[in-house]
């Protein structure tokens, strides 16, 4: 069975900070490791994805994740945020031949102060 | 706007009624899926449909019914749900259900169990 952990379940940062949230998952085989984002009132929507290839990921709006398989991690980084950052971030994750079964780790609430 | 709605968007609803959410996507993806998203606790895949076809029921109780008449549609029959039931429901689609398929997400229905 798959799981997935963020461990940082609320982030407060201020404008220009640097963002980095933890994501780890357990899963025997290939992975291919999503990140999600749900601004407020929003649909979740996909932020960056990795199925193989450069493991460092680059997605939209300035986020990038690295895939350390040795660590199982996909951490979620930006080298300065912004107010409209503010959103619930999800890390998801589901095996190479599992079928499209995602598994979603609990999120991370991030609030950037103006 | 992701190409994928839900009605109603919120839902009250005693225990001994019947009530049944809607999907429609747009996008013309052969895959959908229902996810429960309560407060504190992970995204949950329920079920996945694959050219109208079930491919995985993820352990749910038998008062969730799911039905797919075609691959742009699909609905969660309710019926004596309990409170514990109340959550937001999630629809997605993807254009197959392979692991490497982006999933686009709805904006969920508000369901409330009396």
């Known amino acids: 069975a798959q799981s997935v952990s963020q461990h940082n379940h609320h982030v407060i940062l201020s404008e220009a900070a640097s963002l980095e949230l933890g994501c780890n998952y357990s899963y025997g085989g290939t992975v291919n490791l999503f990140w999600y984002v749900q601004y407020p009132g929003q649909h979740l929507q996909l932020l960056l994805k990795?199925?193989?290839?450069?493991?460092l990921v680059k997605g939209i709006k300035g986020f990038e994740a690295e895939f350390i398989k040795s660590k199982f991690s996909f951490n979620l980084r930006k080298p300065s945020v912004q107010w409209s950052d503010t959103a619930e971030y999800f890390c998801a994750v589901n095996g190479w031949n599992a079928g499209n079964m995602l598994t979603f780790g609990g999120g991370t609430r991030l609030m950037v102060k103006p | 706007e992701t190409g994928v709605t839900q009605t109603p968007r919120h839902l009250v609803m005693g225990m001994t009624n019947k009530k049944s959410l809607k999907c429609e996507q747009h996008l013309g993806h052969n895959a959908m899926y229902w996810y429960k998203q309560s407060a504190k606790k992970p995204l949950e895949l329920m079920f996945v449909?694959?050219?109208?076809?079930?491919?995985e029921n993820n352990s749910v109780p038998s008062r969730f019914s799911p039905e797919c008449p075609n691959s742009s549609h699909l609905f969660l029959h309710l019926h004596t749900l309990q409170p514990e039931d109340s959550a937001l429901y999630l629809c997605?689609?993807?254009?197959?259900?392979?692991?490497?398929?982006?999933?686009?997400f709805g904006p969920g229905t508000r369901l409330t169990v009396l």
């Open positions: 997605a689609s993807s254009p197959r259900d392979e692991s490497n398929n982006e999933q686009f």
């Open positions: 990795y199925f193989s290839g450069d493991p």
């Open positions: 449909y694959n050219f109208k076809e079930q491919t």
